[in-house]
Nanobody, 120 residues
Framework: QVQLVESGGGLVQPGGSLRLSCAAS????????MGWYRQAPGKERELVAT???????NHADSVKGRFTISRDNAKNTVYLQMNSLKPEDTAVYYC??????????????WGKGTLVTVSS
C-alpha cells in the first residue's frame, strides 16, 4: 500500500558528498516520522537519522555535523545530505516511513535500499 523508493547512492571518494532521496507513494493519509538507516556488510542495521512531520531531527553521533536529514511533506519525500564521507559510511542505506493508510495506523514501511560506497 505504501512504496518507498530511494535514489542517490553510488561511489564517492573519501571527503566527498552525496544526497539521498526517498519518495513515498500509495494510499497515504499521513506520514509521521521518516528516517534513514544503514547496514554495512557483516553488521546490524543502525539508525542514521530521523525526522518528525514537524521537522524535529535526530542524528546518530557517528554522523552528527556531517549528515543532515530533511523532508518535504508536500512531496512525501525525505532527504539525507551526506558530506565529508568516510570509508566507514559505506553501507546500504534504507529509508523508513511511519505512515497511516486506510488499512493501518502509523505502520512502518521500508524501502529496498540504495548502496553508498566510499572508496578511493
Amino acid at each position: 500500500q505504501v512504496q518507498l523508493v530511494e535514489s542517490g547512492g553510488g561511489l564517492v571518494q573519501p571527503g566527498g558528498s552525496l544526497r539521498l532521496s526517498c519518495a513515498a507513494s500509495g494510499s497515504i493519509f499521513s506520514i509521521n516520522a521518516m528516517g534513514w538507516y544503514r547496514q554495512a556488510p557483516g553488521k546490524e542495521r543502525e539508525l542514521v537519522a530521523t525526522i518528525t512531520s514537524g521537522g524535529s531531527t535526530n542524528h546518530a553521533d557517528s554522523v552528527k555535523g556531517r549528515f543532515t536529514i530533511s523532508r518535504d511533506n508536500a512531496k512525501n519525500t525525505v532527504y539525507l545530505q551526506m558530506n565529508s564521507l568516510k570509508p566507514e559510511d559505506t553501507a546500504v542505506y534504507y529509508c523508513k516511513a511511519d505512515a497511516t493508510t486506510r488499512a493501518y495506523y502509523n505502520m512502518a514501511y521500508w524501502g529496498k535500499g540504495t548502496l553508498v560506497t566510499v572508496s578511493s
